[in-house]
Structures are given as C-alpha cells and as structure tokens.
Nanobody
Framework: QVRLVESGGGSVQAGGSLRLPCAASSYAFSRLCMGWLRQAPGKERGGVAAMDSDGETSVADSVEGRFTTSRDDANNTLYLQINNLKPEDTAMYYC???????????????????WGQGTQVTVSS
C-alpha cells in the first residue's frame, strides 16, 4: 500500500510558477514508477510527467519546456515544477504510483494503482 499526498496548488496568474510536492508513504519509494496527471472540468484525465525507478523522466509534448518532475528519495517526495503557467493549465493535479516498471514513462492513467487526492491549480489571465 502506498499513500500519496499532493500539495502546493492554488490560484496564480498566468506567467507564474508553482511547485507541487507529492509525499509518498512507501518502504521502497525509489523503486516506484510515479506520474503526474491532470484533469480539467469536462476533460479526461491525462498524464503530464512521469519518472521511473532509474530516475528517467518524460514530459507530455503539450507542456514540454514548462513542466519538469524530480524526486527526493531522502524525503520520499516527488515534485512537479510548473513554469510560465497558462490558463489552460487549470486543472486538478494528481500524483500516482505503481511498483510495476513496465512502460513507466508512457503509462496511461489506468496503469497506476495508487493515487493521491489531488491538488487544484487555477490560472487566471
């Protein structure tokens, strides 16, 4: 069982930045495949970034250059750094994890077993 808790969301103006932490309770945090996904009202949940157990990362094409993900193994925390926020980034952001390493960097939402409760990001123009 892995418990994930996101934080760091809020209301920001376009052009601003946010860093979203995801704290994980896991005895083997560094072995997790982890991802950041988001869901805007009326839209499907989709992945924006992922990190595998080797520390390799992937970022969705739509947010390339603005979103990065990183991991602090000492504190069992995954981060999503979002720069140059745009109104279309408004969504609920979720952290997800799974111990399976297969196709980690290209995983769809259904491929994660553990989920956080989400943190809301609202960007105003």
């Amino acid at each position: 069982q892995v418990r994930l808790v996101e934080s760091g969301g809020g209301s920001v103006q376009a052009g601003g930045s946010l860093r979203l932490p995801c704290a994980a309770s896991s005895y083997a945090f560094s072995r997790l495949c982890m991802g950041w996904l988001r869901q805007a009202p009326g839209k499907e949940r989709g992945g924006v970034a992922a990190m595998d157990s080797d520390g390799e990362t992937s970022v969705a094409d739509s947010v390339e250059g603005r979103f990065t993900t990183s991991r602090d193994d000492a504190n069992n925390t995954l981060y999503l750094q979002i720069n140059n926020l745009k109104p279309e980034d408004t969504a609920m952001y979720y952290c997800a994890a799974d111990y399976s390493s297969t196709w980690c960097l290209g995983r769809t939402p259904g491929g994660y077993l553990y989920w956080g409760q989400g943190t809301q990001v609202t960007v105003s123009s």
